[in-house]
């Protein structure tokens, strides 16, 4: 009678998790959408609206892309920066068999500009597919794009294919930038 009645009541707790799980899917989903149309009225604009060095960026990043070492995800991305000195630098994402040592393009693009002397980002593109959303830097990439400019600078966020371009700022992605007292 008692290991029943353990088995009904599992099988209760398991209804009532999967029901739960179910509710705050649909939610998420819900959530996504709303945030979407949200980006889709103040921040997402047309490709062609955009003025000449938005659209050299971002050609330079969809370009790059194809160079990505992506053989573990498939994920390729692009991204290219100009520097305040006005010339663009470019990185792809490469992979490493162990994970922790791969590079995303937007810190392959800044290592790049560094190694050449130039120490401070005017702008910066990324491009990436992903079918229903944008593919904005990492965490990890926005706070290393912070560290390399003293002012509050433009992202572009675009697919392959660039017809409607998320148009965003550092600041607005990584609002509370880690600054490390020296």
């Given at each position: 009678?008692?290991?029943?009645?353990?088995?009904?009541?599992?099988?209760?707790?398991?209804?009532?998790?999967?029901?739960?799980f179910r509710f705050i899917r649909?939610?998420?989903?819900?959530?996504?959408e709303a945030m979407s149309q949200i980006l889709d009225e103040n921040l997402v604009h047309q490709y062609e609206e955009l003025d000449p060095s938005a659209k050299e960026l971002i050609q330079a990043a969809i370009k790059v892309r194809n160079n990505a070492y992506a053989v573990y995800s498939n994920f390729q991305v692009g991204s290219a920066l100009r520097t305040t000195t006005g010339e663009i630098?470019?990185?792809?994402?490469?992979?490493?068999?162990?994970?922790?040592?791969?590079?995303?393009?937007?810190?392959?693009?800044?290592?790049?500009?560094?190694?050449?002397?130039?120490?401070?980002?005017?702008a910066i593109?990324?491009?990436?597919?992903?079918?229903?959303s944008f593919t904005t830097p990492c965490g990890v990439c926005r706070q290393f794009i912070s560290e390399f400019t003293t002012k509050d600078i433009p992202v572009y966020v675009a697919k392959?294919?660039?017809?409607?371009?998320?148009?965003?700022?550092?600041?607005?992605?990584?609002?509370?930038?880690?600054?490390?007292?020296?």
């Open positions: 009678m008692q290991l029943s009645y353990l088995s009904h009541s599992s099988n209760l707790v398991f209804e009532m998790f999967t029901v739960t649909s939610l998420r989903g819900k959530i996504t630098f470019t990185g792809c994402n490469v992979e490493n068999g162990a994970y922790s040592p791969s590079v995303c393009a937007e810190r392959t693009a800044i290592c790049k500009a560094v190694s050449e002397g130039h120490r401070e980002i005017a593109a990324v491009v990436a597919y992903q079918e229903h392959p294919a660039p017809v409607r371009v998320l148009v965003t700022s550092i600041r607005q992605l990584l609002p509370m930038t880690f600054v490390p007292v020296i």
